[in-house]
């Protein structure tokens, strides 16, 4: 008998909260199946949007878009203007080399701007050695570093500006280790 009525109890209340949820449907409204997204509502937080786009809210893995990369901010005259570029990866790496140029959308808007340095926080995964190296015109090695640990951090021994004496720029990797997040090209610029 009181086992019959502690379901009871709980079932009632199980079906009141239920109702309190759906609340009232009023046509027209868009709260009907289908009408789109509802704001993602926690209790305790505010209210936000349901995300409309692919790739929102994280990582951008297989079969979600790459942020478009951001235009260079304008130069004031007569001062340096930095910008940085990121190249998102994320994942094990194993003799790849990545087309930093292509991958970081340095195009034309771009010449004439120097690359200062190239990070990522990496995670060994091999005990082998791993050589990581910056590569121009794919053949001149401008910075190389040997068994990274838990930071790539490449420094161009020579000026490395974009489409004067460097054209194509790449990051090789010989070895195994993991790129935790993505890899963030530093670049320069004086305006005269």
């Known amino acids: ?7 009871k109890s709980f079932l009632l209340v199980l079906s009141i909260s239920c109702v309190a949820y759906a609340g009232p449907f009023v046509p027209g409204r868009g709260q009907g199946v ?13 209210c936000y949007p349901q995300p409309q786009q692919p ?4 990582g951008h893995g297989p079969g979600r ?5 951001p235009m260079p901010r304008p130069p004031q ?6 910008d940085t570029q990121t190249v998102y990866v994320g994942r094990a790496v194993y003799n ?3 087309y930093l140029r292509q991958a970081a959308g340095l195009d034309g808007q771009y010449r004439g701007w120097e690359v200062i340095a190239v990070h990522a926080n990496t995670s060994p995964n091999s005990r082998e050695t791993t050589t990581i190296q910056l590569i121009a015109d794919r053949n001149r090695v401008v910075a190389q570093q040997v068994n990274p640990g838990r930071q790539i951090n490449l420094i ?3 000026p490395t500006v974009l489409d004067e004496n460097v054209h194509e720029l790449q990051l090789s ?6 790129i935790v997040d993505s890899i963030v090209i530093e670049l320069r610029a004086y305006h005269y």
């Open 156 to 158: 161009p021994s020579m």
């Open 55 to 58: 790739g929102y809210g994280g």
């Open 77 to 82: 005259q007569g001062q340096w203007v930095y």
């Open 1 to 7: 008998m009181l086992l019959n009525n502690i379901s």
């Open 173 to 178: 990797i010989l070895g195994s280790t993991v």
């Open 96 to 98: 790849e080399t990545f």
């Open 34 to 46: 289908g009408a789109g997204p509802q704001p993602l509502c926690i209790s305790g937080y505010p």
């Open 65 to 69: 878009p790459h942020p478009r990369p």
